[in-house]
C-alpha cells in the first residue's frame, strides 16, 4: 500500500513556473513507476509525464514535452513536476500515481495502482 500526497499547486500567469512535489508513504517507493496526471474541468484525466522507478528514464506527453520535467528523489519517498513555460491550457488538477507492476513507462491511467488527491495549478492568461 502507498499513499500519495501531492502539493505545490496554486494560481501562476502565463509564462511562469511551479514545481509540484508528491510524497509517497511506504518503504518501497523506489520500486515504483511513478506519473503524473491531470484533468481539466469537463475533460478525461490525461497523461502528463512518467519517471521509472531508479529515474533514469521518462516520458511526456507531447504537449509537455520541453517545458515540464518529472524528477524523483527516492531517500526522500518524493516525485517532482517542474512545470515551465506554464500556459493557460495546463490548467487541470494534477494527479500523481504509482505502478507497481515495472516494466515500460506507460500513459494509461488503468496501469497505475494508486493515485493521490491531486493539486490544483490554474494558469492565468
Known amino acids: 500500500q502507498v499513499k500519495l500526497v501531492e502539493s505545490g499547486g496554486g494560481l501562476v500567469q502565463t509564462g511562469g513556473s511551479l514545481r509540484l512535489s508528491c510524497a509517497a508513504s511506504?518503504?518501497?517507493?523506489?520500486?515504483?513507476?511513478m506519473a503524473w496526471f491531470r484533468q481539466a474541468p469537463g475533460k478525461e484525466r490525461e497523461f502528463v509525464a512518467a519517471?521509472?522507478?531508479?529515474?533514469?528514464?521518462?516520458r511526456y506527453a507531447d504537449s509537455v514535452k520541453v517545458r515540464f520535467t518529472a524528477s524523483r528523489d527516492n531517500a526522500k519517498n518524493t516525485v517532482y513536476l517542474q512545470m515551465n513555460s506554464l500556459k493557460p491550457e495546463d490548467t487541470a488538477v494534477y494527479y500523481c500515481?504509482?505502478?507497481?507492476?515495472?516494466?515500460?513507462?506507460?500513459?494509461?491511467?488503468?496501469?497505475?495502482?494508486?493515485w493521490g488527491q491531486g493539486t490544483q495549478v490554474t494558469v492565468s492568461s
Open positions: 500515481a504509482a505502478k507497481s507492476r515495472l516494466g515500460a513507462l506507460v500513459t494509461r491511467s488503468n496501469e497505475y495502482d494508486y
Open positions: 511506504g518503504r518501497t517507493f523506489s520500486s515504483y513507476h
Open positions: 519517471i521509472s522507478s531508479s529515474g533514469g528514464s521518462t
